[in-house]
Nanobody, 126 residues
């Protein structure tokens, strides 16, 4: 089992920045991919980006490239999502998710992930 706890959400103005954290505990050594998703009201859960936990390789949705940066602190077992130049359309609940699957994993597909955090709300005002 892997437990995930997100934090760092809040209310910001357009153009502002936030850094979200995803603290992982439990059998984190078995997690292969940890990924950020977001879900706006009335919309499906959307892939944002993530990290291949062992190698540190990161991957991003096109909507996140250039504005969002994913990093990690191995000592703290924590994944970060630095979000800059925020827009009202970034408003959503942000979740981190983990999978222990190995081999080819379609990392942008939410159903590939077994473990989910409770989410943290990000609201960007115009």
């Amino acid at each position: 089992q892997v437990q995930l706890v997100e934090s760092g959400g809040g209310l910001v103005h357009t153009g502002g920045s936030l850094r979200l954290s995803c603290a992982a505990s439990g059998r984190t050594g078995r997690a292969n991919y940890i990924t950020w998703f977001r879900q706006a009201p009335g919309k499906e859960r959307e892939f944002v980006g993530g990290i291949k936990w062992v190698s540190g390789e990161t991957y991003y949705a096109d909507s996140a490239k250039g504005r969002f940066t994913i990093s990690r602190d191995n000592a703290k077992n924590t994944l970060y999502l630095q979000m800059n130049s925020l827009k009202p359309e970034d408003t959503a609940v942000y979740y981190c998710a983990a999978t222990m699957r190995s081999g080819y994993v379609p990392v942008s597909v939410a159903t590939e992930y077994t473990f989910w955090g409770q989410g943290t709300q990000v609201t960007v005002s115009s």
